[in-house]
Every structure is written in structure tokens, then in C-alpha cells.
């Protein structure tokens, strides 16, 4: 199976809503994919964590492969490890259509970001809520989008950091448009509107889908929340 729609074709699409597999009842995790795509997901959202970068574990390449065999929605795969060089050509290889490393977790990230491209995959740069744009400027011609966190990372259902906003503005006014902004963490009917307005138009979506009873009518307002006229 592919990797899903390119990065191009989903950009054609924003603003793109992410469901953040992390919240879903992963006792039915076949269930829970078909059940976002059939509410309108147009990509999904998978956390790896590793218990050094941040402080919970979740899951590798084996649920990836998984998420793969039952869609072929783009899967933004999101690493927060440690060492992420060690770990890109398996994560493709498993059916991430994008990646995103943090700026925290490496020296220097343009020959990840390149080796994410040069593989076929969308390259994505994180930034940590205290983390200022200038730590990624140099490398932005490098990403395809740059995701700023908006709680620290580690688990779903925190508190949205609305101070992270400016950064958003300041990223959005930085980068060429094909250069998406994406926002994690704490995103939902009361804080999306003013995500877009700063300029995101990539949303994951944690508890904002899997904590409601019903996920395509929560896909379509926060899809509503999400439209700013540019
Ligand atoms: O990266 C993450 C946590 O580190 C999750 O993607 C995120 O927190 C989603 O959950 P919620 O929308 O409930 O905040």
C-alpha cells in the first residue's frame, strides 16, 4: 500500500484536522481508524514517544503498520525521541507520509529533514511551547510544515497554551504558504478559531474527537472553527 495522499494533495485540502490516535481506544484501533475516516479525517495524527525526550512511552513502527493496513489516509508521524537519525528510513518504511522531528532533540535537523524528503515523505520541524522561532529559522527552507506544540509534549487532554499563538503569527508571517503551520496540543472547539486565525492550518485533535460520542459531527464544527478568510 502507498503512503497515503502526497503532502501536496493534502495542502490542497486545508485546513486539515488530524485525529491524534493517541486518545483513541486502541483495544479497537482498526475500528477507531475506519470510524475517523468514515467521520471525514483527511490525515492522521500518530505520537511516538520513547520515555527520554518526554516522559510517557507509547508505540513504534508495529502500530504504524497497522494504521497502514487498514487506510491509506496520510500518516503525520510525529517523533518525540531521542536520537530520531537512527529510526526515519523504518518509520517511512512502516507508512509515515510526513514526519516531524523537534529542534530540541537534535544538534543540527537539516540532514533529517532532508533525508525525510529525500525519502518520499513530508519533513516536518517541532518546537516545545518555550522554544522561540529562531531556534528553527535557519532550517525552515528545509520543512514542509512546522508543527509549534501548544502544551508540552508527553499527553493528550492538557491545557491549550495560548501563548503560543504569537508564535504561530510569527511562523505564518516567516514562511511561504506552501509551508504549513501546524498546532498540537490542547485544540478544540473553544481554541481552534483562534489557532486559524493566527495562521495554523494544520489541527490535531485529540480529546476534541475521541473523548465525544460523536466524532464526524466534532470533525465538522471543528472543520467550521478552522475556515479564516485569507
Ligand atoms: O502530541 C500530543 C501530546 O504530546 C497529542 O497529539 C495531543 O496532546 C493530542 O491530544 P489533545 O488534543 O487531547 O491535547
Redesign the pocket.
Known sequence: MSNGLTFAQLRATRPVILP?M??CDFGNLEREVRAVEEAGARAL?L?I?DGHF?P?ITYGFTIIEAVRRVTELPLDV?L?ITNPEKYIPQFVESGAGLISIHIEAVEDPRPLLEQIRSLGSAAGLVLNPPTPVSAVEPYLEACDYVLA??????????K?DESVLSKVRELRAMLPPEVLVEV?????AETIAACAEAGAEMF????????TPDYAASLVELQRLAQVNR
Open positions: 491524534s493517541l486518545l495524527h505520537d514517544m518526554v510517557n510525529h518525540m506544540m501548544t502544551v508540552m509534549p508527553g499527553y493528550g487532554g492538557q491549550f498540537d496540543g490542547g485544540v478544540s490535531v485533535t485529540g480529546s476534541a474527537i475521541f473523548r
